[in-house]
């Protein structure tokens, strides 16, 4: 199984980037998909999550109205649109799978990608 999260990089207060989580050696119907991040010195955090066909989803309070995950389960991908990105959304961003189904509790997460950094300037 491996995920691979990509899209990231630097963008100025205001901006915007898309997050692309590609997903092999899954069926990715099977599984609730959630992003996390984890700034320098701080502990990883939820930011979204969808339900198995992207119709439910979850947002954490700091990014609802700025950012949209949706999937495409024939293509195998997960993405997080993110929109009027602020420093404080600076972080490595990871995508997450798991078979419990829609959750925000990472320890119900079976399946973790590497990460892709974010950097937002002010």
């Known amino acids: 199984v491996q995920l691979q999260a990509s899209g990231g990089g630097l963008v100025q207060a205001g901006g915007s980037l898309r997050l692309s989580c590609a997903a092999s050696?899954?069926?990715?119907?099977?599984?609730?998909m959630g992003w996390y991040r984890q700034a320098p010195g701080k502990q990883r955090e939820f930011v979204a999550a969808t339900n198995w066909s992207g119709l439910t989803t979850y947002y954490e309070d700091s990014v609802k109205g700025r950012f949209t995950i949706s999937r495409d389960n024939a293509k195998k991908m997960v993405y997080l649109q993110m929109n009027s990105l602020k420093p404080e959304d600076t972080a490595i961003y990871s995508c997450a799978a798991s078979l419990y189904g829609l959750t925000r509790q990472q320890s119900t997460y079976d399946y973790w990608g590497q990460g892709t950094q974010v950097t937002v300037s002010s």
């Open positions: 050696g899954i069926t990715l119907s099977s599984y609730a």
